[in-house]
């Protein structure tokens, strides 16, 4: 068995115009005095990561890691979520996701994905540059509006978005797979890959890509009732990164898993600050253990009530007092009898 490495947090919830949160070298600062081991980087920031830079300077990625290298902190991936949300968008959603994109290609979709595609690839061999082999990302969606089959969806209707999804992502996986780093994609609400059962969709279409593999984040899982603990046994050969992020989901009367459009501290489903929520996180990081996962276990702070940096302050500890520092010997050793074949034979009364 392994032992997962930590702890780190992502950046992209903390990163600001004021110090220390306004640049890498303070930010990794910051990080390292909570007792934060790795930091996952957000590369649309350029406050805190040029990721063309990056992509065509392996200088500046050693920059990079020379700087966090100084608080005894290192990179633990980068994060493309922006930018992979935008490889596929819905019409109904341009004019809200534009935001994510750079202003030259707002409100020319075909022009904005493209950018979007060539940022992931950008990602990517900034990831190869940096020793970084597992990359986290969202793959955006076509499909979502239709998530509730009311009205009737029309025959081949999620199918065909399905098939387009995976045409779109299947260069960016080839790209992964010369550069030697799997593409994680957090399976999340507002995605085409929300749960299991789209993953499979998404897996089938790429044709079981190697690359194509899963940011475990049981928090959007708690929101949808899914059972976030078979997840891990189903897809343990897929899973390649870890969020680690509580929420809690307490139905009324009034509002069950959809809640009610109601603002985030009136939801039924929420994020809480780890501890605070329902995530059985001691049966996560036992499981996680068993199935021999060896990377990060990251920080992911959103929570509707509490201070980020009070949830930043307890997260470093709460994910270091759960770590398993696995075994390297049985507990019954003590009891070995010593035997060999022959005596197994004799056992056995052969």
Not at 105 to 122: I, L
Not at 154 to 160: C, F, R, S
Not at 243 to 256: I, L, M, S
Request: glycine share 8%; aromatic share 12%.
């Amino acid at each position: 068995m392994k032992t997962l490495k930590g702890p780190a947090i992502f950046l992209a919830q903390f990163a600001g115009d004021e110090a220390p949160f306004d640049n890498l070298d303070s930010i990794g600062r910051w990080a390292a005095s909570l007792g934060y081991k790795g930091v996952q980087i957000p590369s649309w920031d350029k406050r805190l990561f040029d990721v063309e830079k990056a992509a065509s300077s392996k200088d500046y990625c050693d920059e990079i890691t020379g700087t966090l290298a100084q608080h005894g902190v290192q990179v633990t991936e980068l994060s493309t979520h922006l930018q992979g949300q935008l490889v596929a968008v819905h019409p109904a959603y341009d004019e809200m996701f534009d935001g994510f994109a750079a202003p030259e290609v707002r409100g020319n979709p075909k022009a904005r994905q493209e950018w979007a595609v060539n940022q992931v690839k950008a990602a990517i061999k900034a990831s190869h540059h940096m020793g970084i082999n597992a990359h986290a990302t969202f793959s955006g969606a076509l499909a979502w509006p239709y998530v509730y089959p009311w009205p009737q969806r029309p025959a081949g209707l999620i199918e065909t978005a399905f098939d387009e999804l995976a045409k779109r992502w299947t260069p960016i996986l080839d790209a992964a797979e010369d550069a030697g780093v799997d593409i994680c994609y957090e399976i999340h609400p507002g995605e085409d890959l929300f749960d299991g059962a789209t993953f499979e969709m998404f897996l089938e279409r790429v044709k079981n890509h190697p690359r194509a593999n899963i940011l475990y984040d049981p928090s959007h899982f708690v929101l949808q009732q899914l059972d976030y603990l078979d997840f891990i046994d189903i897809y343990a050969d897929r899973i390649r990164m870890f969020h680690v992020k509580d929420a809690e989901f307490n139905p009324t009367g009034r509002q069950g898993v959809y809640s009610g459009y109601q603002s985030w501290v009136g939801r039924a489903g929420r994020f809480r600050s780890l501890g605070d929520g329902q995530v059985d996180f001691g049966a996560i990081f036992s499981k996680l253990a068993a199935i021999d996962f060896d990377g990060w276990a990251v920080l992911e702070w959103e929570c509707a009530l509490k201070h980020p940096e009070d949830g930043a302050r307890e997260g470093a500890e709460f994910i270091k007092n759960h770590i398993i520092r696995v075994t390297e010997k049985a507990f019954d050793d003590f009891a070995d009898g010593g035997t060999d074949e022959a005596a197994n034979r004799r056992i056995l009364g052969l």
